[in-house]
Structures are given as structure tokens and as C-alpha cells.
């Protein structure tokens, strides 16, 4: 059916004097979305409305997607005449529905076929979409299959419930197990008072920590130093005279470093002479560290099993080589890992403007907690045996979200094609 049959242009006129009042203006997003846009003064020339349940989309960037409905926490908006908007009638398309076809592979292709213009500046003239054809089962049927739709999507997302469930807590039993008890909270204290000479790190809740004497509990077993269990050392400090020459090398970056994880998609190559390679060469079981940057990247972590031949580390990233005759690699990530383990770096952190970082010494200087061997592997294999199951879980909830998308398009062009058939 074309879109001109069952919606219709809004022409609504917008006038201001000096503000937007009450009025919202908006942007359209390339994944569909559409937000408040921040701006105050009013637009130069012609403003129309938007209203919730509007479809909008913007005439130079719709065939990139920039095309959705207005949501109901939008209560009226405001738009330049580059984003036309149009009523769906209510008797014929089912607002759900028809925000699920824009998302539609075939429709975003049909789309930009209707672009006109140069190849720079192509449009999408209010003409051209209504021109646009779409399917239109019944609206009982519309509403039955968006239903199928949401029930599938409330499967996934209740497997995902299910398996945050489960890494929450196997992380508490492998928490309780060391003797660690959730991390004390913090008072909400924006600006406080503090001696000069007490200050360790320039990190608030380091601070904060010590003037308030809030310590956690003691551990259930001995405490050890992380230095006395292995050695951190720091990789290769990237600058012009180590581009790829004579002696190319894969090496890591923090890029490379995420949470418990290689992202081993992008590898980069830095010069590194064959003398050099001892120092710098990673090994099966080393862990990484990121060094910072941000505060969230402080400390992160994953172990290196020896994926690329011959990779070496930048400097940003920590090594820390453990002694495995006293300690497992994974169990020392996972104690990082814990709150127990983030609080420490975030209290040792260095922080100047928005950056954070922390150095080899404080790493060095980890309070690990330090069961006998056996202990040690019998609590991470009851801990990833948890991790495994929650990630089973997460890909199911992957896998049901991809099928209940490729169900809705089998749904509604399948049906298209057999009515073209008859």
C-alpha cells in the first residue's frame, strides 16, 4: 500500500518570540531514535510541530536511517521544514507496527532508491516518501504480529535478568569465600576537609577512605603484596623511532585490553629489535592491566594465552608475570575484578582534570589474598562455572532478540510476497 494511503503530512505552523516556550526541538537519529535537541534560541525561518506518535525523519540523512517516531515523552515539537513529519492514520496502521517497518531492511532500501539529487547532497522530498510503498496486513494482524514480536523480546530480556543473576552471585560466593564483605559505601560528600600531609593520592574516594577509616574486613586468608607473587613491569613507549621498520611486531593497546577479554580484531605493528624482544615479549598466563587513562579503565584487565607469536605490550598496558608455583593467573584477575580488588585502584589512582592512572609501584603493591593452590583453582572453577553458564545465557538472549527481528520481516514481507503471488 503506498504510505500516502494510510498517513497523512502535518503542516502545522510554529510561532515564537524569543524562546521555544513550551515547545521542544528535536533530532533524529541514525539508529531511529528521536531526542530533544540542545538548543535555546529559535530556529531562523519557518518552524512546523511534531507530535507523539508522528513519524519525522530528516530529508538529507533518512536513507542513512535518520527516520523514527516521535516518543510520548515528547509532548510537542519543533521542527525545521528539513524534517517533515507526517500523521499515521490511527484505523489503518498500529503505532507499533509501523515503527517497527521503518527499522525494516526493505524499507530503508526502498528509501534511499527514492534520494533525488546530487551525490553529495541527496534528499528525501515529503513526495517521494509518501510515494513509498509498504505492507499492510489488517490491523488486528499488525497487532498480533507486534505482539509475537514483544513477547520474544521479553523472552531475551528475562535471560538476560536470569543471567546477571547468576554472575551476581557466583561473584558473592567467590566474595564470601576469600572473606570479603560488600565494600562499605561512601557518605554522598562532594567537598571535604583534609590535611595536606595525609594525602596519598589525589583520588576523592581515596581520600575519603582513609579520613573516614572505613577498611574492610580481613581477609580469610594471608595477605601478600602482589609483587611478592610476581613482577609488573610496563611494555613499550610508542614515539617515532619505533615505527614498523626492519623489525615489525605485533604489539597490544589498551584498545586491545577489555574487562576479562582480548579484542584481538585490530593489531597494530611497532619496531622492536631482536635484543629487545626478552624484555618486552609476552607470555602464556601474563596478566594485563590497563594503566588508565579514564577512570573506568584503571585496572582492567585479561590474560594473555599466547594468541599472537611474538607480541609485545605499550607502555599503557601493565604486565604482571606471575610466579605460577604460588599463584594462578586467573585467579589474581579475578580478585582484581571483585569490588575488592576496583576499590584498591580506585583509591591509588592518579587523577588530574579527567584522566586517571596508576603506576607500577601501587599495582605492585596489590593486596592479593593468597589461598594454597588447590584452593585457588577449586573457587575459580566454581566461579567460572558460573561466568560460563550467565554467557550461555547472554548469547541465547542474542540469538532470541535476532530471531524475533528476522521473524517480524518473514512475517510482514513473506506475507507481502504471497498476496503479489496470488
Known amino acids: 500500500m503506498p504510505l500516502r494511503e494510510v498517513v497523512s503530512q502535518r503542516h502545522e505552523t510554529v510561532a515564537v518570540t524569543g524562546s521555544f516556550g513550551d515547545w521542544t526541538p528535536i533530532t533524529v537519529h541514525l539508529t531511529g531514535e528521536v531526542s530533544a535537541r540542545n538548543r535555546q534560541a529559535p530556529y531562523k525561518g519557518s518552524m512546523f510541530a511534531v507530535y507523539p506518535g508522528d513519524i519525522v525523519f530528516s530529508k538529507i540523512d533518512a536513507r542513512n536511517g535518520a527516520i523514527g517516531i516521535l516518543p510520548s515523552e515528547i509532548s510537542k515539537a519543533v521542527v525545521t521544514p528539513e524534517f517533515p513529519a507526517f500523521i499515521p492514520h490511527p484505523d489503518r496502521l498500529d503505532g507499533e507496527f509501523v515503527k517497527l517497518i521503518l527499522r525494516t531492511g526493505g524499507f530503508l532500501a526502498a528509501l534511499r532508491r527514492q534520494a533525488s539529487g546530487t551525490s553529495g547532497r541527496k534528499r528525501i522530498t515529503p513526495e517521494a516518501f509518501l510515494d513509498l510503498r509498504i505492507p499492510l496486513p489488517s490491523l488486528t494482524e499488525q497487532q498480533s504480529i507486534v505482539a509475537s514480536y514483544r513477547v520474544m523480546l521479553s523472552r531475551a530480556k528475562e535471560l538476560e535478568r536470569e543471567a546477571e543473576e547468576i554472575e551476581t552471585k557466583a561473584t558473592a560466593a567467590f566474595e564470601t569465600a576469600l572473606g570479603f564483605d560488600p565494600?562499605?559505601?561512601?557518605?554522598?560528600?562532594?567537598?571535604?576537609?583534609?590535611?595536606?600531609?595525609?594525602?596519598?593520592?589525589?583520588?576523592?574516594e581515596g581520600i575519603l577512605r582513609t579520613t573516614l577509616h572505613l577498611e574492610d574486613k580481613e581477609p580469610k586468608f594471608p595477605i601478600v603484596e602482589l609483587g611478592t607473587?610476581?613482577?609488573?613491569?610496563?611494555?613499550?613507549?610508542?614515539?617515532?623511532?619505533?615505527?614498523?621498520?626492519?623489525?615489525?611486531?605485533?604489539?597490544?593497546?589498551?584498545?586491545n585490553v577489555q574487562r576479562s577479554r582480548l579484542d584481538l580484531a585490530e593489531i597494530k605493528m611497532i619496531n622492536v629489535p631482536d635484543e629487545d624482544m626478552p624484555k618486552y615479549r609476552l607470555e602464556d598466563g601474563d596478566v594485563l592491566l590497563c594503566e588508565g587513562n579514564s577512570a573506568e579503565l584503571v585496572g582492567r584487565g585479561a590474560i594473555w594465552r599466547n594468541e599472537i607469536p611474538h607480541c609485545v605490550h605499550q607502555n599503557h598496558v601493565l604486565r604482571a608475570r606471575m610466579d605460577t608455583s604460588k599463584v594462578i593467573p586467573e585467579f589474581v584477575l579475578s580478585v582484581i575484578n571483585l569490588s575488592y580488588g576496583q576499590a584498591y585502584f580506585r583509591s591509588k589512582a592518579k587523577h588530574t582534570t579527567n584522566l586517571a592512572s596508576i603506576n607500577s609501584k601501587e599495582v605492585s603493591r596489590f593486596p592479593l589474598p593468597?589461598?594454597?593452590?588447590?584452593?585457588?583453582?577449586?573457587?575459580?572453577?566454581?566461579?567460572?562455572?558460573?561466568?560460563?553458564?550467565?554467557?550461555?545465557?547472554?548469547?541465547?538472549a542474542t540469538a532470541t532478540r535476532t530471531r524475533a527481528w528476522t521473524d517480524f520481516e518473514t512475517a510482514v514481507y513473506a506475507t507481502d510476497e504471497a498476496v503479489k503471488a496470488r
Open 370 to 396: 593468597l589461598p594454597p593452590l588447590s584452593e585457588q583453582q577449586r573457587l575459580i572453577d566454581k566461579l567460572f562455572r558460573g561466568d560460563k553458564e550467565a554467557e550461555r545465557l547472554h548469547q541465547e
Open 183 to 204: 565494600p562499605k559505601p561512601l557518605p554522598a560528600r562532594p567537598v571535604f576537609v583534609v590535611s595536606f600531609k595525609d594525602l596519598d593520592r589525589w583520588s576523592h
Open 229 to 255: 607473587v610476581g613482577k609488573v613491569s610496563y611494555g613499550l613507549q610508542k614515539s617515532p623511532a619505533n615505527r614498523p621498520g626492519t623489525h615489525p611486531r605485533p604489539y597490544l593497546r589498551v584498545a
